[in-house]
């Protein structure tokens, strides 16, 4: 098949020089003999794979000493349940903020172990905001703060670090990881998923300031105690190898980018073209409030809904795959990440303007 | 570098042509353009995957209709907890047999969730049998009897399904499974990494009678309960797609080799002629009981441990990996899971019988 885009919102597109580089050294990687994939993580190569993982993404996201970086399992979904179990430190409240389908999933796994105060929600307007941080309600006695940078489904994405007032400010980063530059000391927790912006699905990233270190439940999984793994550098337990050496290959490409710091320009550039296009448009709108519109996920509908599938087979014909919004959305949406080529949302841009004029 | 080797426990070798084709369409699965990596667990591709992948372990096992197949992530050791978490089913207690060191965290896991009845063990003798079933105490208000299937670390098989006297019998076969034909009904629930004998480290799989479901606690993230994720066909979040796929590649290869019934034949063969050349020298020796020695990971010392070193040197020297005994038990260990070539037992054999020669 030729040329294609995928604007899967994840898993997703990869860049190509990282999938032809996995290709080339499947069968043998860097002389070794062996395939990553066989590699006993405590054997003579992958120590070096997994230290390099480490040390590249410090470096990407200047990530401050004081911080523990873990590599599990289980998604961030896993995390919902697993922040509480770890880091309630004694305390019986932790507050959330609202902002999307994402952000109310973490509240309802929160509520298994704690008293969960709903700082702020935009459900009102069907998620299409971020709350005034003025009106945010928060408690000094709560555990930590939680919130969402980007909300996948909806489209939304916070513009600026919230003032979390002393309490750990913890941050669901699956879907913008790496793509914007971000204080990372200004966070007492950063999680993410890496099947978006960092790689295959299979790996979950833990950035934890080491005091909150060591406040697990009895009822946490060894595996998944935030300060076991810390001490074993995430080898507690056998580790998704071949998916680490994968999230490994992906920084690499993303320091010959340029960095994060290029990234962000890069992404910020990709998505004003693409709702500039949107709002020119009569056909298709956003509805997310301008100030907070995610630069990875945007999601449009088109002014007759009866089109719609007429939209995504004509766009499966000109290599344009995975343009369906979320069901509980409808619509469309079109995930732009780190890895789409600006080449991608330009044929986005040109299919969508020649639909238009002849629909 | 020629041919190697290579005896890992795990991860471990994968079989030749396996690696071949997952390099072959790396860049685009079957004409799709798209590659494995990049697949949205919900599109239009990889469902036929997934549901491949479940109906050929389905197959191989010959699973019953009335047990669910799960492919989670976290580990084996993660089941630990998460074990006793959803199959309690309200009993204050689990019987548990203690072979080696595998059982032995098990035990200890499961002690943060339940009263725990060590209904028999091997330690006094430093975990080189399997202790008579006759002596065996079970508990008939316990929750379910477990036990492991083949101990990794001390090289101690299980030669017979025990009989759980009514309890629902729960097996850790992280390395043994499809290794030999088992009767899966004669449990309530098999779980198993599948770094050994499927495929790449990510993936649990869990199979588990439906009578077992519904049961699990307010603590078990959703994630890891077992109805939830049976309910979704374990897509509650984002599955590890790559590592669901290669696990896939892995079963399809076995079916073409004839199954599991071929692979113990396989499998016998093998261990039988490293034990026999174990057997017949001076130098090395096996302290396994030799009703229970693994088929499956071959422990042995060296008659005089100076010669460690030389013999691990020697043997890479020979294209030989991965020799190097578990830390807690030292001298060496051979893993010859299914995708070990006979060659592969050969080269070994020949090198052992060559240095003890010489040396």
Redesign the interface.
């Known amino acids: 098949?030729?040329?294609?885009y995928?604007f899967?919102?994840?898993?997703?597109?990869?860049p190509?020089s990282v999938?032809?580089q996995?290709?080339q050294e499947?069968?043998?990687w860097q002389?070794?003999?062996?395939?990553v994939?066989?590699?006993?993580?405590r054997?003579?190569y992958f120590p070096t794979i997994a230290e390099q993982l480490e040390s590249d993404l410090r470096a990407l996201m200047a990530i401050p000493d004081n911080y523990k970086l873990l590599f599990l399992?289980?998604?961030?979904?896993?995390q919902?349940?697993?922040i509480p179990?770890n880091i309630l430190r004694g305390k019986s409240s932790a507050c959330y903020v609202k902002t999307g389908a994402w952000s109310e999933k973490a509240v309802i796994?929160a509520q298994?172990?704690c008293d969960v105060l709903v700082s702020a929600s935009s459900e009102n307007s069907g998620y299409t905001t971020v709350p005034e941080e003025s009106t945010w309600v928060l408690d000094e006695q709560a555990a930590y703060l939680h919130y969402t940078t980007n909300e996948t489904i909806h489209g939304v994405e916070f513009s600026k670090i919230p003032n979390a007032k002393g309490l750990p400010l913890v941050a669901d980063m699956s879907s913008n990881i790496l793509s914007r530059v971000i204080d990372v000391s200004r966070y007492g927790l950063i999680y993410a998923?890496t099947?978006k912006n960092m790689?295959?699905?299979?790996v979950t990233v833990v950035i934890v300031r080491e005091d909150l270190l060591g406040y697990a439940?009895?009822?946490?999984?060894?595996?998944?105690d935030y300060q076991e793994q810390a001490k074993s550098h995430s080898m507690?337990?056998?580790?998704?190898?071949?998916?680490w050496y994968?999230v490994g290959l992906v920084l690499k490409w993303l320091k010959a980018q340029g960095g994060v710091a290029a990234m962000e320009q890069f992404n910020n550039a990709k998505a004003a073209k693409l709702y500039q296009a949107i709002d020119q448009s009569t056909l298709y709108s956003n509805p997310v409030d301008v100030s907070y519109r995610s630069r990875m996920n945007v999601p449009f509908i088109l002014a007759d809904a009866n089109l719609d599938q007429v939209f995504l087979k004509s766009a499966e014909t000109q290599?344009l795959?995975?343009l369906r919004g979320h069901r509980s959305v409808g619509g469309m949406r079109a995930s732009i990440y780190n890895a789409m080529p600006e080449a991608g949302v330009k044929a986005l841009i040109d299919f969508m303007i020649e639909f238009e004029r002849t629909h």
């Open positions: 098949m030729s040329e294609i995928n899967s919102a994840g898993p997703s597109v990869f190509k999938l032809l996995a290709q499947l069968l043998d002389g070794s003999g062996q395939s994939l066989e590699m006993s993580h054997g003579n399992q289980g998604g961030a979904s896993a919902f349940s697993l179990q796994d298994n172990f998923g099947q790689g295959p699905a299979g439940s009895k009822t946490t999984p060894p595996v998944f507690l337990n056998t580790p998704a190898t071949y998916n994968l290599g795959f995975e």
